[in-house]
């Protein structure tokens, strides 16, 4: 009964890896619009 435990955990591991890396992607795309928005708030630049 073990086995089949571990043989199940890897591909569980991966199924939630890639659902969190799809969650936190809208919230990567999204900052891009708003970057000037935010240079001009904070007064850092790039350089």
Request: charged share 10%; net charge positive.
């Amino acid at each position: 009964m073990k086995q089949s435990g571990a043989f199940l955990a890897r591909p569980m591991l991966i199924v939630t890896v890639a659902l969190v890396g799809l969650n936190l992607r809208p919230f990567m795309t999204s900052i891009g619009p708003l970057v000037s928005k935010i240079r001009a708030g904070t007064g850092l630049s790039l350089q």
